[in-house]
């Protein structure tokens, strides 16, 4: 029970932030299938992610955040993660600044993928 006075609503009350995982927010969980690698014919995989960020009480706004990292390059990063039966390939991207971390079936570091878009206009000129 709460104190008078420290109901939700009130000037007083302060909603809790959830605590945050290492990197800024949770890591997001992107499922890629095996075959869409090879079987696309695109140059580039392109992961959107949703940061949030906190105003004082809540959720304020979200940042998007793009890692793009080329086919042949995510198809070697890849090449140590397990795709499971289903043939899907999960990952957990997570942020801290300009650092981008892919934690699921190990550590893997993206950073130099974050908002890459140079590799795109450089194919394309």
């Known amino acids: 029970m709460r104190p008078p006075g420290f109901e939700p609503g009130s000037s007083a009350w302060q909603a809790r932030q959830p605590e945050p995982r290492p990197g800024v927010g949770r890591p997001q969980l992107t499922p890629v299938q095996n075959k869409e690698l090879r079987e696309l014919g695109a140059d580039f995989y392109v992961f959107l992610t949703y940061v949030p960020r906190f105003g004082e ?68 000129f």
Do not use: M
């Open 57 to 124: 009480r809540s959720v304020r706004t979200f940042e998007n955040r793009f890692v793009i990292v080329p086919v042949a390059d995510l198809e070697k990063l890849v090449a140590g993660k397990s795709s499971g039966k289903k043939g899907v390939y999960s990952f957990y991207l997570s942020f801290d600044g300009e650092r981008v971390t892919e934690t699921r079936d190990g550590k893997a570091d993206y950073s130099e993928y974050l908002d890459r878009w140079g590799l795109i206009k450089k194919a394309l």
